[in-house]
């Protein structure tokens, strides 16, 4: 009868140290988590970066056209103006994509869900980036032919055009959805104590 108690013990020991080796490996997906996690971040880190470029470089714009000077959007000038814009949004929306294919992985780990949370939250946030850029995309297509038309002598009220935009209101609904968002992740990010 001993012996069985003995060997029942040494089978419940077993099985506990069994369950705290599993548990380990929760940290292992942790560090896979925060891994994601701050490679997610760093992409989203550039998308922020480039944007910002990118308004600065609309309101350079803008600011010249409502001035008279349209020697930036006319011939080779404008031709590479317009490839330079191509290649800012193409390089948005592949930095979006990456952000949010991080964030997936996330999502597919066993465990971990104060990041699976985080991860939710930005992915949420990435679906809306993709909005305010095709948004961006379109208001910039309208642009484009304003100044093109405004370099070839028509009258056109460039700020009212701009203003009353569906895409000027929808990038700055966009916009403000985004910021809630990221700062929701940011504050799960804060209460759950997630290292990056």
Do not use: P
Request: charge should be negative; glycine fraction near 6%.
């Amino acid at each position: 009868m001993r012996k069985l108690l003995v060997t029942v013990l040494i089978a419940a020991l077993c099985l506990s140290t069994l369950a705290f080796v599993a548990g380990c490996g929760g940290d292992k997906n942790k560090d896979e988590a925060k891994s994601y996690m701050k490679s997610g971040d760093e992409y989203i880190d550039t998308v922020e970066t480039t944007w910002q470029g990118l308004e600065e470089k609309q309101t350079e714009i803008a600011t010249k056209a409502i001035g008279g000077d349209y020697s930036a959007f006319t011939g080779d000038a404008g031709t590479a103006l317009k490839k330079e814009f191509e290649d800012t949004f193409a390089a948005i929306a592949k930095n979006i994509d990456s952000a949010e294919a991080e964030y997936k992985k996330i999502t597919g780990l066993e465990g971990v869900q104060d990041y699976k949370d985080y991860a939710a939250k930005m992915m949420e946030a990435t679906e809306v980036m993709k909005k305010q850029l095709a948004a961006a995309q379109t208001l910039l297509a309208k642009l484009s032919d304003a100044l093109t038309a405004l370099a070839q002598g028509q009258q056109i009220d460039l700020i009212s055009m701009m203003m009353e935009s569906e895409e000027m209101t929808m990038l700055e609904e966009l916009g403000d959805q985004i910021d809630k968002l990221m700062k929701e992740a940011d504050q799960i990010k804060l209460d759950k104590k997630l290292e990056s």
